[in-house]
């Protein structure tokens, strides 16, 4: 009996090919503030999923302080545009403050245009709309990382 090589791998043979994402590791630390507990989680895991250390943060404040702390530590950072007590716009700020090249691609509930227009000129790496699949974050981490 001849098997073809995708049923030894228990594949049948018409398959779809795997995600794009599918086997790809990445590496470094990133920093995510988000307020939202379950978001917070979803992309923490999401994030370690390709590889990367996972630094977490439910607001502006906590965020800048683990920042502070080893800012040359961080390949990037995700932010959330609305937070509590400091928004997404002041956190941006004061990250850049500490570091100026620091990479941060900004996500937000609301639509692309109206987040991408309030943070204009200020050098996003990328936007994540939530919600979000795992195919689009890993095109902007992707796109956001340095060459």
Not at 59 to 87: C, H, N, R, Y
Not at 116 to 130: I, N, P, S, V, W
């Amino acid at each position: 009996m001849n098997e073809c090589p995708d049923a030894l791998a228990g594949q049948p043979a018409n398959a779809p090919p795997p995600p794009p994402w599918y086997g790809w590791r990445g590496s470094g630390r990133i920093l995510v503030i988000e307020d939202d507990d379950s978001i917070r989680t979803v992309l923490a895991r999401s994030i370690a999923r390709f590889g990367f250390t996972v630094d977490l943060a439910s607001d502006g404040q906590q965020a800048i302080a683990q920042f502070e702390s080893g800012p040359a530590l961080f390949t990037l950072v995700f932010l959330d545009f609305k937070l509590p007590g400091m928004d997404g716009s002041e956190v941006l700020s004061r990250l850049r403050q500490i570091r100026p090249d620091v990479r941060v691609i900004l996500m937000s509930g609301l639509g692309r245009e109206e987040a991408l227009e309030k943070f204009a000129g200020q050098g996003l790496a990328g936007f994540l709309q939530k919600p979000f699949a795992l195919g689009s974050l890993f095109s902007e981490l992707r796109a956001a990382l340095p060459s």
